[in-house]
């Protein structure tokens, strides 16, 4: 199984100030036949389902707020809130789907200071 | 825009089989794979399986020996069957579209407690 390590486990961040999430994979989820990062990132805000925010590691969903980018390649990638917002206070997952089975981070909690 | 609706028993008691369905709306089955996804309290997201509309299949290993899925392609409905279920079975269980333009369902919330 690919084992995806998400840091830290909770990051207090002011508001309007960049929040920065670690994701490393024990593994590459770099796909070589097209080039592209099998890694997403998801937002689950409490008591909600998880939404997509990035896919092919850096490729934002639609209607995702330009604040949110992804970045990285290989085993190493990082997501960034560029200023954080009081809608943004969720737990943030990344998540392999290079192969099966498909697996998740451990998740970070991103709250407000 | 596709939406999923899920529906199951919440209340299990341990050695019998959780049993959850998923409906999709508004949106194609057929050229996806659709997945079970499931959350203990507090706890981080695990990947039960997927199920296309031919009723190809690929489940997590921790779970195989205990999982079934399959596919209703008429009704556009996916189902997902857990028996011999214990107190770790505990979690609210997720359908969901996991391509681009994820979609998920509401969650259903199944305790498994005598």
């Known amino acids: 199984d690919i084992v995806m390590t998400q840091s830290p486990d909770s990051l207090p961040v002011s508001l309007g100030e960049r929040a920065t999430i670690n994701c490393t994979s024990s593994?590459?989820?770099?796909?070589?036949?097209?080039?592209?990062?099998?890694l997403a990132w998801y937002q689950q805000k409490s008591g909600q389902p998880p939404t997509l925010l990035i896919y092919?590691?850096?490729t934002r969903e639609s209607g995702v707020p330009d604040r949110f980018s992804g970045s990285g390649s290989g085993t190493d990638f990082t997501l960034t809130i560029s200023s954080l917002q009081a809608e943004d206070v969720a737990v943030y997952y990344c998540?392999?789907?290079?192969?099966?089975?498909?697996?998740f981070g451990g998740g970070t909690k991103v709250e407000i200071k | 825009q596709v939406q999923l609706r899920q529906w199951g028993a919440g209340l299990l008691k341990p050695s019998e089989t959780l049993s959850l369905t998923c409906a999709v709306q508004?949106?194609?089955?057929?050229?996806?794979?659709w997945s079970w996804i499931r959350q203990p309290p507090g706890k981080g997201l695990e990947w039960i399986g997927e199920?296309?509309?031919?009723?190809?299949?690929k489940y997590n290993p921790s779970l195989k020996s205990r999982v079934t899925m399959s596919v209703d392609t008429s009704e556009k409905q996916f189902s997902l069957r857990l028996k011999s279920v214990t107190a770790a079975d505990t979690a609210v269980y997720y359908c969901?579209?996991?391509?681009?333009?994820?979609?998920w369902g509401q969650g259903t919330l199944v305790i498994v407690s005598s």
């Open positions: 969901a579209r996991l391509s681009s333009s994820s979609t």
């Open positions: 508004g949106g194609s089955f057929s050229g996806f794979y």
């Open positions: 199920i296309n509309h031919s009723g190809y299949t």
């Open positions: 593994q590459s989820v770099l796909y070589s036949s097209n080039n592209k990062n099998h």
């Open positions: 092919w590691g850096s």
């Open positions: 998540h392999q789907y290079y192969n099966y089975p498909l697996t």
